[in-house]
T-cell receptor, first 115, second 113 residues
Framework: EPEVTQTPSHQVTQMGQEVILRCVPISNHLYFYWYRQILGQKVEFLVSFYNNEISEKSEIFDDQFSVERPDGSNFTLKIRSTKLEDSAMYFC?????????????FGPGTRLLVL | AQSVTQLDSHVSVSEGTPVLLRCNYSSSYSPSLFWYVQHPNKGLQLLLKYTSAATLVKGINGFEAEFKKSETSFHLTKPSAHMSDAAEYFCVVSDNYGQNFVFGPGTRLSVLP
């Protein structure tokens, strides 16, 4: 069964450094998403991406964040200058379409720790 | 704006006994609702979803959920718990564009032998 994969599984970085989190969505899916979960808190929506453009983003997704689909398979989340409060589990997801009720398929997550 | 409440942060049951994980939602229109499960070090796996069809939805691994509009609830049940059901369960509502999933805080299910 196809699945979403994410690399790395864990990343430790120093405050102020740039990090890139990578995701490989399911191959025929067209919509891509990033979510994050700070320890002990809810899973929160960050951004959705379709047709090489951001289609929706939350208040969390400020200028420090960017997303890109650099080739036909990868979908990346970049944090330009990490802060302590960026420490969280980051989940990538993909869906076949973006309509109401469409299932999003999630990856296993990348645990980011900012020191 | 939508929101999701999961009334229990932790539920503990004995193997072979019924499971009930509670979820209430708030939405200004007819929502789509999902239950996802997360096992340790695994991704979020879809258990089942409701999208305005039958109000009783059957999912994988013997789980089912009933959409009750009058109670704004979407509780998850299973007649008989198995040790492998121990995991974190998330109730999710999607907005009318389907792109923004709003998660509940999760319920950790423990299954005792």
């Amino acid at each position: 069964e196809p699945e979403v994969t994410q690399t790395p599984s864990h990343q430790v970085t120093q405050m102020g450094q740039e990090v890139i989190l990578r995701c490989v969505p399911i191959s025929n899916h067209l919509y891509f998403y990033w979510y994050r979960q700070i320890l002990g808190q809810k899973v929160e929506f960050l951004v959705s991406f379709y047709n090489n453009e951001i289609s929706e983003k939350s208040e969390i997704f400020d200028d420090q964040f960017s997303v890109e689909r650099p080739d036909g398979s990868n979908f990346t989340l970049k944090i330009r200058s990490t802060k302590l409060e960026d420490s969280a589990m980051y989940f990538c997801a993909s869906s076949l379409s973006g309509g109401d009720g469409e299932t999003q398929y999630f990856g296993p997550g990348t645990r980011l720790l900012v020191l | 704006a939508q929101s999701v409440t999961q009334l229990d942060s932790h539920v503990s049951v004995s193997e072979g006994t019924p499971v009930l994980l509670r979820c209430n939602y708030s939405s200004s229109y007819s929502p789509s609702l999902f239950w996802y499960v997360q096992h340790p070090n695994k991704g979020l796996q879809l258990l089942l979803k409701y999208t305005s069809a039958a109000t009783l939805v059957k999912g994988i691994n013997g789980f089912e959920a009933e959409f009750k509009k009058s109670e704004t609830s979407f509780h998850l049940t299973k007649p008989s718990a198995h040790m492998s059901d121990a995991a974190e369960y998330f109730c999710v509502v999607s907005d009318n564009y389907g792109q923004n999933f709003v998660f509940g805080p999760g319920t950790r299910l423990s299954v005792l032998p």
